[in-house]
């Protein structure tokens, strides 16, 4: 392996590493870094950080002040608003697509999941239950057929995920979002579309209400 591939190689481990700190709330919204800490704590030389620390500025999960530090960036009221009810819109889509194309393998595996995700609500694994509802989210997305859909919401999702952790970290999530998963995963098993997509919009906008809610309570 040449230096030129090693160095890209070692970026993007360190971008993806800086990345999940952040999302899983290990650096903390609004935590100054320094990049000299950031590449000892990484075991990896200063360029191949820097090159990774501008694409996550890029991303906005990092954030350079006026003074030129940088901090990660804020938990905002604003954003998750934004970013959720985009989500809204492409995921109920999805369902309704998803719902059309589903087949008897496709349910098996969704109900699978939902079942995991159900274990790990009532055992209490806030970030695991959040990985669970991914998986199924990712699943419907796959046989939904809607590449351009998929392909915007992936822009935004790794920031909806740190909000959804967010929850996790600072409280627990409401009851109703077991619920919401099965009645979901029933319309789809129907193949009553319509009701796939307006079913999904409730339960993001619902997960929206329960990141708004865990905002106000730390912001107290």
């Not at 990049?35 to 704590?41: K, T, V, Y």
């Not at 009553?192 to 619902?206: C, F, P, R, T, Y």
């Amino acid at each position: 392996m040449s230096l030129i591939q090693k160095r890209r190689l070692t970026k993007d481990v360190a971008y993806s590493q800086v990345k999940q700190k952040i999302i899983y709330g290990e650096l903390k919204p609004d935590q100054v870094v320094r990049e000299e800490e950031l590449a000892n704590m990484l075991e990896i030389s200063r360029t191949p950080l820097r090159q990774a620390v501008q694409m996550l500025e890029m991303e906005e999960f990092l954030v350079r002040q006026p003074n030129g530090r940088l901090k990660v960036a804020s938990i905002t009221k604003k954003e998750v608003e934004e970013i959720f009810m985009i989500r809204s819109m492409l995921e109920g889509s999805i369902a309704k697509n998803a719902a059309h194309n589903a087949m008897k393998h496709d349910i098996e595996i969704l109900t699978e999941i939902l079942e995991k995700l159900r274990q790990s609500f009532h055992l209490g694994y806030g970030q695991e239950f959040v990985s669970y509802g991914n998986e199924f989210h990712d699943y419907l997305a796959k046989i939904s057929g809607l590449n351009t859909s998929v392909r915007v919401l992936n822009m935004i999702k790794d920031h909806a995920n740190r909000y959804c952790h967010f929850v996790s970290m600072y409280g627990k999530w409401n009851d109703q979002a077991d619920e919401e998963h099965n009645l979901i995963l029933q319309y789809i098993k129907n193949k009553d579309g319509v009701s796939a997509e307006k079913a999904m919009q409730n339960h993001i906008l619902s997960s929206l209400h329960d990141v708004l809610k865990r905002i106000e309570d730390k912001d107290r």
